[in-house]
């Protein structure tokens, strides 16, 4: 026999709500299953299988994530488990074929997953903040600028030069940060070695 369940049966055995003779002829070899939440880019996997499957019920050649809806389902934190992905793609899915019918390869965004991001965003390292440049002239305009250039040139330095992961760390959409970074003249050269002008 193999059973599961989401409940904790030891605490449930203690308060009297399920028979301790059954918990221990089921307690064989017990297998702990961590949640969606917990299990990293498993989520990304997951997420492949629901694609390919809904693409063949859809008739639909090709259905793929966009990197941001990538970043979407790895900063959620999937309270209602691998049955909320699976809806979460289908329903994304149901949109994307309805936006663009006769496509053959339709891409998912994370506007269509309709999930926030609900992770804590691991910090960036201390930043001196003192070598933003700002001197006491300047107007708000070209200070705020300035601290936003020492910002954005941080977080792209400790991301080795990947727009998606600096987006990350900043917490902002990618391609808001790359907009961003062409307004303050920012920009990487191949070496991975970010500059400004």
């Not at 064989?28 to 990293?40: E, F, M, N, Q």
């Amino acid at each position: 026999i193999i059973a599961a369940t989401n409940r904790n049966l030891e605490k449930e055995v203690e308060n009297e709500q399920f028979r301790s003779d059954l918990y221990h002829r089921l307690m064989v070899y017990p297998i702990h299953l961590p949640s969606l939440k917990d299990r990293g880019e498993d989520v990304l996997l997951l997420a492949g299988y629901f694609l390919e499957r809904i693409s063949r019920q859809l008739n639909i050649r090709q259905l793929r994530l966009t990197s941001e809806a990538n970043s979407s389902l790895l900063n959620y934190s999937w309270p209602g488990n691998v049955r909320e992905l699976e809806h979460v793609i289908s329903r994304a899915a149901l949109r994307a074929k309805a936006n663009s019918p006769h496509q053959a390869i339709v891409s998912l965004t994370s506007e269509l997953l309709e999930i926030r991001s609900d992770k804590p965003v691991g910090n960036l390292p201390e930043l001196d903040t003192n070598s933003a440049n700002i001197q006491p002239n300047m107007s708000l305009k070209a200070a705020t600028e300035a601290f936003q250039r020492r910002i954005i040139v941080h977080a792209l330095q400790q991301a080795d030069g990947n727009w998606a992961m600096a987006a990350k760390q900043l917490q902002m959409d990618r391609s808001n940060l790359i907009r961003m970074a062409k307004r303050l003249n920012i920009s990487i050269q191949k070496t991975t070695q970010v500059t400004f002008n």
